[in-house]
């Protein structure tokens, strides 16, 4: 069996194979155990999706406002009775194995409207398709609605998780950097909860290491097999309807199609296909976008009442310093390194200590250093093309998404950017993986420790999961 799982994750020859293993095994377990012990609604804006879902799965074409069953409303109600709660004693219910017996009553199958969707950006139906296909088969089986939200969860993370394992089998070298992002607990967590970044993950995690993967051949003049090609354009195409502004990973199109056109290492017929392409992924981004931009109107976001798109982008163009200075200072004054855990028992365990934090960013850094098997070196300039490019679009990406935050859910004329959590950046660290020179390499013992130092931010929130079950 492990041998199958080693010869498709393309890592039968890699000698830390058997760490990888572990690893993925480890992400695969604590998300059973956060599926199922996790109170519903205990990750960040879990009742919105959960709203959004079911009324996608009522009807496609709803929009802030759906119908829902008074069932499924009084799940999410309860559920944020219980996380309000939480937040000012402790308590024993948030994870807990018997958290299911409060909803035992929740059967009530009348349609009623719901508001509980529109505080956030509006998403499409595809980011949402596992959960709104799960809810149409729960409804056809007929499931308990605590049973559909569960089998919601489940499905949700199957899917992320298929297309995490694919994508580490696509990355031709730093697997051992896109296991230690998904070793993140923050990050594993959003993989097990009903939210929009779960799909997004997932796509996000393939279409980079595919670009890797198409790069390299590229670069190197290997044969790119057209089914690869096809697979890339069909993952783009879907990247555009995923979560804003995951669309924006798109720009490696760019110098993905200079080294093709430059050294003449691609078809004329592939580089107007991969333009083509491009070109078709912008026109589908811009389409949605302006189809959905004011779908909520200028809602009230979580106690906000001054919100109007229009108002705040015409104050950001009068004053161009103050723009500037404004992000710059929401920017440098951000936690990233803030790595959230969700809803707790006790408010102290909602997010992972600093210090434990730091074995994730180091472990991520050093990883770019572990040597892969037969690892390519392709030259000097393509290198530098990709790792600048890669970079900059990363940098595009979070400017982007402060842009987002500050138009959608800032008050006009406010200073202080609101909603922005360091989860929405943990998607798009793929781009921060470099083509190699092969110099300055880690030895085989260096690899094995940055391998486990890595696990230890998981292996903690694994370990506050099982103080809480006991308690």
């Keep these: 069996m492990n041998q199958k799982l080693y010869k498709f994750l393309n890592i039968e020859n890699n000698k830390y194979k058997k760490i990888y293993l572990f690893q993925i095994s480890l992400i695969f377990f604590v998300g059973i155990l956060s599926i199922f012990f996790r109170h519903p609604m205990s990750w960040y804006d879990e009742q919105v999706h959960y709203a959004r879902v079911i009324t996608y799965s009522n009807d496609l074409g709803s929009t802030s406002e759906g119908s829902i069953e008074k069932g499924e409303q009084e799940l999410i109600n309860q559920s944020m009775r219980t996380i309000s709660k939480s937040l000012g004693e402790?308590?024993?219910?948030?994870?807990?194995?018997?958290?299911?017996?409060?909803?035992?009553d929740i059967s009530d199958t009348r349609i009623v409207k719901t508001k509980d969707g529109s505080p956030a950006a509006v998403y499409s139906p595809l980011?949402?398709?596992?959960?709104?296909?799960?809810?149409?088969?729960?409804?056809?089986?007929?499931?308990?609605?605590?049973?559909?939200?569960?089998?919601?969860?489940?499905?949700?993370?199957?899917?992320?998780?298929?297309?995490?394992?694919?994508?580490?089998?696509?990355?031709?070298?730093?697997?051992?950097?896109?296991?230690?992002?998904?070793?993140?607990?923050?990050?594993?967590?959003?993989?097990t909860a009903i939210s929009a970044d779960t799909l997004t993950y997932g796509l996000l995690f393939l279409v980079i290491s595919q670009f890797m993967s198409i790069y390299q051949k590229v670069?190197?003049?290997?044969?790119?097999?057209?089914?690869?090609?096809?697979?890339?354009?069909?993952?783009?195409?879907?990247?555009?309807?995923?979560?804003?502004?995951?669309?924006?990973?798109?720009?490696?199109?760019?110098?993905?199609?200079?080294i093709g056109v430059k050294n003449a290492k691609l078809s004329r017929k592939q580089n107007i296909i991969l333009g083509m392409t491009f070109i078709l992924c912008i026109i589908s981004a811009l389409a949605w976008y302006m189809s959905i931009k004011n779908i909520n109107?200028?809602?009230?976001?979580?106690?906000?009442?001054?919100?109007?798109?229009?108002?705040?982008?015409?104050?950001?163009?009068?004053?161009?310093?103050?723009?500037?200075?404004?992000?710059?200072?929401?920017?440098?004054?951000?936690?990233?390194?803030?790595?959230?855990?969700?809803?707790?028992?006790?408010?102290?365990?909602?997010?992972?200590?600093?210090?434990?934090?730091?074995?994730?960013?180091?472990?991520?850094?050093?990883?770019?250093?572990?040597?892969?098997?037969?690892?390519?070196?392709i030259n000097r300039e393509e290198r530098i093309i990709?790792?600048?490019?890669?970079?900059i679009i990363f940098l595009g990406i979070m400017l982007l998404i402060f842009l987002i935050f500050l138009l959608q859910s800032t008050e006009v004329g406010s200073e202080a950017i609101v909603g922005i959590q360091g989860r929405y950046f943990f998607a798009f660290l793929p781009l921060l993986i470099?083509?190699?020179?092969?110099?300055?390499?880690?030895?085989?013992?260096?690899?094995?420790?940055?391998?486990?130092?890595?696990?230890?931010?998981?292996?903690?929130?694994?370990m506050l999961l099982l103080v809480q079950l006991k308690n």
């Design 90 to 104: 402790p308590t024993s219910e948030v994870i807990s194995f018997h958290w299911s017996n409060g909803f035992k």
């Design 127 to 191: 980011v949402y398709s596992p959960y709104i296909v799960a809810a149409w088969i729960s409804k056809m089986i007929g499931l308990h609605t605590i049973s559909t939200f569960l089998f919601l969860r489940l499905i949700g993370f199957l899917t992320v998780f298929i297309l995490f394992l694919f994508s580490i089998r696509k990355i031709p070298f730093a697997k051992a950097a896109l296991i230690v992002i998904a070793l993140i607990p923050t990050v594993t967590i959003s993989f």
């Design 219 to 258: 670069s190197l003049s290997s044969n790119i097999k057209s089914k690869e090609i096809i697979s890339l354009i069909i993952c783009s195409l879907f990247l555009t309807l995923a979560k804003m502004p995951a669309f924006a990973v798109l720009a490696l199109y760019i110098p993905l199609i200079y």
């Design 297 to 377: 109107g200028n809602v009230s976001y979580y106690g906000a009442e001054y919100i109007d798109q229009s108002k705040q982008f015409a104050v950001l163009l009068a004053h161009p310093l103050r723009t500037i200075r404004v992000f710059f200072e929401n920017i440098t004054n951000f936690p990233f390194f803030d790595f959230q855990l969700g809803y707790s028992d006790n408010t102290k365990w909602t997010h992972v200590p600093v210090l434990i934090s730091l074995f994730s960013v180091i472990g991520f850094i050093s990883s770019f250093r572990i040597r892969d098997e037969n690892q390519s070196i």
């Design 386 to 391: 990709y790792n600048l490019s890669s970079k």
């Design 434 to 462: 470099p083509f190699s020179n092969g110099k300055n390499m880690l030895d085989e013992t260096q690899s094995v420790k940055v391998l486990f130092l890595s696990t230890i931010p998981l292996v903690y929130y694994l």
